[in-house]
């Protein structure tokens, strides 16, 4: 732990006092999403330079430079439209391109993207390192690489990825991953500093701006905080018009507030737009809350329906089925099993606490107590790992330091699930 503090220290302090001046817009950002610094083309309409780069493809299958574009381009499509279909593009073009020209970075950086967009870190880590070792003064590379390591909970040497990052190159994605560090490290205030500085560095660029916009309203209402968050979300919307997370987090605000017909209309309208898994899962629950459990059920039914779809693309969901299911009391010792292969390929503070409340929700809370443990061992502040906690501690009959994190994660975030907030009110007095 004071390794990891030690590393702490340098990304979170000395980095971000020497990128300060980048902040005002002296410096040209480098989005994370629009790979700019290593492919050369602006988004703006990403499905018309999709068309020019497949054209382009056509009339000349091996223009290298054309093919690794293209799969950056197949990437950013899914960012846009979370059509996973377009995964397999994407590794076709970057594939082509890689055997064209082994030493590319270009292609060698979208395929550890690919990987890590499919929950492949392992793989994802080995191209991050091959990325570094030909273009060492890319920025980028670094950022790659500190995403890698970070879900395989290698947290000394991403924080020291993130800190070379910046230090290389201020941008978006690089004080993206800042705040991501900092929030793990317990420091959400400082982590709201840093994605404010991604937000400035976002420039004219439609759906990396309202990408910083919603993980800015998602800190602000992981501490509580719904007018903040509200703004953030609907400042994201006028960036970046029908942008469905943006609305996911509205709808999420006005849950909180009690005002679940709106919330439901929001969700419906994200949902219709993007159905991502966790999107639909949020339906669920609040046709749920609204005494609609028929519906809310349907809805549980197409969150496994598109988990088929994604898998089917190469995409790895088992952390994120294996959370949705111990959420839901859904098939509970498959889902143990599945949290159990989740955390060996994740195991990141996030792989600990799914695999914890697997446990608990398996009656397993001895077990569940060290993994709790583990998840909280960076400091991370977040208001579903103290509920777990607590859940495990009510288990193991310790009901006075049950009902501390009960009240600690209530604090935290008096909001932090439609599911579960009200029974963590319960248990805490």
């Known amino acids: 732990m004071a390794a990891v503090t030690a590393a702490a220290i340098?990304?979170?302090?000395?980095?971000?006092?020497?990128?300060?001046?980048?902040?005002?817009?002296?410096a040209g950002p480098t989005p994370v999403s629009s790979d700019r610094a290593l492919s050369g083309f602006a988004l703006g309409d990403t499905a018309a330079t999709v068309r020019r780069l497949e054209e382009a493809v056509g009339e000349k299958p091996d223009d290298q430079r054309s093919l690794a574009l293209l799969g950056l381009a197949y990437l950013q499509r899914v960012r846009e439209t979370s059509d996973a279909s377009y995964y397999g593009r994407a590794e076709t073009a970057l594939r082509r391109a890689g055997t064209l020209d082994g030493s590319d970075p270009?292609?060698?950086?979208g395929l550890a993207s690919l990987a890590a967009s499919r929950h492949d870190f392992r793989a994802s880590l080995r191209l991050a390192r091959r990325v570094v070792a030909l273009a060492p003064g890319a920025a980028r590379s670094y950022g790659l690489l500190g995403d890698a390591l970070l879900e395989l909970g290698r947290y000394r040497q991403a924080f020291r990825a993130f800190d070379r990052q910046v230090?290389?190159?201020?941008?978006?994605?690089?004080?993206?991953?800042?705040?991501?560090?900092?929030?793990?490290?317990?420091r959400p205030r400082q982590a709201i500093e840093a994605m404010e500085l991604a937000r400035d560095a976002s420039s004219d660029l439609r759906e990396p701006a309202a990408w910083t916009l919603v993980e800015l309203g998602k800190l602000h209402f992981g501490l509580g905080d719904l007018d903040e968050a509200g703004r953030s979300f609907r400042t994201a919307l006028a960036a970046f018009p029908g942008y469905a997370t943006a609305l996911d987090g509205l709808a999420r605000v006005e849950a909180a507030r009690g005002r679940i017909a709106r919330a439901l209309a929001l969700q419906r309208h994200a949902v219709e737009i993007v159905p991502l898994p966790n999107l639909v899962a949020q339906l669920g629950d609040l046709l749920a809350a609204a005494g609609r459990p028929v519906e809310a059920r349907r809805q549980y039914a197409l969150v496994a329906a598109i988990d088929r779809l994604q898998t089917a693309n190469g995409v790895s969901t088992d952390?994120?089925?294996?959370?949705?299911?111990?959420?839901?009391?859904?098939?509970?010792?498959?889902?143990?099993?599945?949290?159990?292969?989740?955390?060996?390929g994740r195991p990141s503070v996030v792989g600990d606490d799914v695999l914890a409340w697997a446990l608990?929700?398996?009656g397993r809370c001895d077990e569940a107590l060290t993994y709790s443990k583990r998840a909280l061992r960076l400091g991370t502040r977040d208001a579903s790992f103290f509920f777990h906690r607590g859940m495990i501690e009510r288990c193991l009959g310790r009901n006075s330091e049950a009902?501390?994190?009960?009240?600690?994660?209530?604090?935290?975030?008096?909001h932090f699930s439609l599911l579960w907030s009200s029974t963590a009110r319960r248990y805490a007095s």
């Open 403 to 414: 009902r501390s994190w009960f009240s600690h994660a209530l604090e935290t975030n008096p």
């Open 360 to 362: 608990a929700r398996n």
């Open 106 to 109: 270009v292609a060698l950086s």
């Open 167 to 186: 230090a290389l190159k201020p941008s978006l994605g690089g004080y993206a991953r800042v705040a991501y560090a900092r929030e793990l490290l317990g």
């Open 10 to 26: 340098a990304l979170l302090g000395g980095v971000l006092r020497e990128a300060g001046p980048a902040a005002g817009g002296t």
């Open 319 to 344: 952390l994120e089925t294996a959370l949705f299911r111990s959420d839901h009391g859904i098939r509970l010792r498959e889902t143990l099993a599945l949290a159990r292969s989740a955390r060996a």
